[in-house]
């Protein structure tokens, strides 16, 4: 493979620009979430109802915003993964991650197999989702 001026793998540069355009739209939908949830808040809610649809819409709000932010350090350890020049391996075998995965999750930690084997450890309770997380800086 060729090395460009700049030291990266021409396929990691790639994957760094879409990692950014990622991170990116996340922080725009975050900021724009949280604006349609304020212009359509009610100061005080006439009912019952309008106080429960209000409550269900902030229970979406939060877990919507905790998703993106999970993504978001998912995405930030995946661009200082490129830097340290370990995107594309798996964190958990050391093999390489196959580029169909990484095509469609460029903040792939693992490989398939890696990751059936994760996620099912934290089904199970064998393994802390907030580890999960942490790696995701590594």
Not at 49 to 69: C, Y
Not at 74 to 80: C, R, S, T, W, Y
Request: contains cysteine.
């Amino acid at each position: 493979m060729t090395i460009k001026n700049n030291g990266q793998k021409p396929k990691s540069a790639a994957s760094k620009k879409i990692l950014e355009q990622k991170a990116q739209e996340i922080r725009h939908s975050m900021s724009a979430q949280k604006a349609a949830q304020i212009v359509s808040r009610l100061d005080v809610p006439s009912d019952e109802g309008d106080l429960s649809q209000q409550s269900h819409e902030e229970w979406i709000f939060l877990n919507r915003n905790t998703i993106d932010v999970n993504l978001l350090r998912q995405i930030a350890g995946a661009l200082h993964r490129i830097e340290t020049g370990h995107y594309g391996i798996c964190m958990e075998c050391e093999e390489p991650i196959s580029p169909k995965r990484l095509q469609a999750v460029p903040w792939a930690r693992y490989c398939v197999a890696c990751q059936e084997m994760v996620t099912a450890g934290i089904a199970s309770g064998d393994r802390e989702e907030e580890e999960e997380l942490a790696g995701a800086a590594r």
